[in-house]
């Protein structure tokens, strides 16, 4: 089947703009997963998504970044204001859910957003 | 702070030799760790999961190897090949809340030189 998309795949954008980027998780997983991975360092956790439960927030770095998932489906993760230090490749995931079992905890990652702030 | 480290940055090896990738993290309340490979301009292909009460996960030419007690876990390549040139990231997650955020290391770029 199809696996984790995004898009876009590339975005250049000036400083202070708005920004949308949008992931499609693997169908039937109801786990999703928003990772940053700047130049030189490693993947950062943003925020993940577990069925309708709350979202947990905790790696957003700013009020500016929010992200909305409509049921168990399409995600966005919004960059408001964005400043040259969002600058870097953004990565969605999703997984089968979240338990004991193995193979439901494997993350599958999309080709990732490459972001670019002028 | 939870941290995962990996050492080389950077390696180069003929074909055909096996190789050895090292990962070390920080805390041993680790639920589960996970390999990956990235290519350039591409996201992330899973390559092992290993959970925390197993020791290793075997698949193909990979052999990935996970030791609570030194905080270390390797993944090994038998029979290197030029395809197998990528960039690989070790990521651990951890027990409790958050269970699901993966930290990752920076990761090791391979070279499989023909």
């Known amino acids: 089947g199809a696996g984790v998309s995004q898009s876009p795949s590339n975005k250049v954008t000036e400083k202070g703009k708005d920004v949308e980027l949008r992931c499609d998780p693997i169908s039937g997983h109801t786990a999703l997963y928003w990772y940053r991975q700047r130049l030189g360092q490693g993947l950062e956790f943003l925020i993940y998504?577990?069925?309708?439960?709350?979202?947990?927030k905790s790696g957003l770095p700013s009020d500016r970044f929010s992200a909305e998932r409509t049921g168990e489906s399409v995600s966005t993760l919004t960059i408001q204001r964005t400043q040259q230090e969002d600058s870097a490749v953004y990565l969605c995931?999703?997984?089968?859910?979240?338990?004991?079992?193995?193979?439901?905890?494997?993350?599958?990652f999309g080709p990732g957003t490459r972001l670019t702030v002028l | 702070k939870q941290e995962v480290t990996q050492i080389p940055a950077a390696l180069s090896v003929p074909e055909g030799e096996n190789l050895v990738l090292n990962c070390s993290f920080t805390?041993?309340?680790?639920?589960?760790l996970q390999w990956f490979r990235q290519d350039p301009g591409k996201g992330l292909t899973s390559l092992l999961l290993i959970q925390s009460s197993q020791r290793e996960q075997t698949s193909g030419r990979l052999n990935a190897s996970l030791d609570k007690s030194s905080g270390r876990s390797t993944l090994y390549i038998a029979a290197s090949q030029p395809g197998d040139s990528a960039t690989y990231l070790c990521a651990a997650s951890y027990s409790g809340a958050g269970s699901y955020q993966l930290t990752f290391g920076k990761g090791t770029k391979l070279s499989v030189i023909p």
């Open positions: 995931a999703s997984s089968l859910g979240v338990r004991s079992d193995l193979s439901y905890n494997e993350q599958f």
């Open positions: 998504f577990q069925g309708n439960s709350a979202p947990d």
């Open positions: 805390d041993s309340a680790i639920y589960n």
